[in-house]
Every structure is written in structure tokens, then in C-alpha cells.
């Protein structure tokens, strides 16, 4: 089964934490780079941070530069991404994602298969 499944998602004051999870299938998890993305209500779907599994190196937007971080537990094909000092302005749905390479300017059509979403909502 082709698959990716996040969690973790819910509601947060700001500057509170919140980790998300993203399982994935063992298919998926043969190619290289994960990746978390986000869509705020009335925006564009954004890349946020990606995983590069070859080397473990990791990619970061500046807007969240900084205060999240990406992980991986390759024994539980599992991505996670820690979100600390979380603003109103991170509201949105995050979705995981996986590509065979992570392109640097996070565009979107690189990754082929994504999972369902989880809503992080902020409060002021």
C-alpha cells in the first residue's frame, strides 16, 4: 500500500510547540527526500521543510527557520516535524510528502505522493 499518514495536528496558543508525525509505507519510504508542506486559508500550498535521507541533510524555509525542525526515525518510517515558538501566521494544514530528491526551491511538482493533512491552528 502506497501511503503517507500524518498526525499530531491541533490547536496551540502562540509561541507554544507542537510535533507532527508522518508514517509512512515501506514503498514510500525507498525514496529520498520527505517533505512537509502547509496552505494557509486563501494561500498557495508552501514547502516548509525537507529531509534528505541519502545524508540526512535538511532543508528549512525562512519562514520557519529556526523554530521547526525535521527529523526521521528510519526504523518506524517516520518523518517528524518539531514546531516551537508557533505564531497565528502558522495556521494552516500541513501535509507530508515524498519526492526522489529535494529541490532547493521547494516547489511543489517534484513531490509524487502526499498524504491527507493535519490542521495546526495558533491563537493570538
Known amino acids: 500500500q502506497v501511503q503517507l499518514v500524518e498526525s499530531g495536528g491541533g490547536s496551540v496558543q502562540a509561541g507554544g510547540s507542537l510535533r507532527l508525525s508522518c508514517a509512512a509505507s515501506?514503498?514510500?519510504?525507498?525514496?529520498?527526500?520527505m517533505g512537509w508542506f502547509r496552505q494557509g486559508p486563501g494561500k498557495e500550498r508552501e514547502g516548509v521543510a525537507f529531509?534528505?535521507?541519502?545524508?540526512?541533510?535538511?532543508y528549512y524555509s525562512n519562514s520557519v527557520k529556526g523554530r521547526f525542525t525535521i527529523s526521521q526515525d528510519a526504523a518506524a518510517n517516520t518523518v517528524y516535524l518539531q514546531m516551537n515558538s508557533l505564531k497565528p501566521e502558522d495556521t494552516a494544514s500541513y501535509y507530508c510528502?515524498?519526492?526522489?530528491?529535494?529541490?532547493?526551491?521547494?516547489?511543489?511538482?517534484?513531490?509524487?505522493?502526499w498524504g491527507q493533512g493535519t490542521q495546526v491552528t495558533v491563537s493570538a
Open positions: 510528502a515524498a519526492a526522489s530528491w529535494c529541490p532547493r526551491d521547494f516547489r511543489t511538482s517534484a513531490f509524487s505522493f
Open positions: 515501506r514503498y514510500i519510504w525507498t525514496t529520498k527526500c
Open positions: 529531509f534528505y535521507r541519502p545524508d540526512d541533510s535538511t
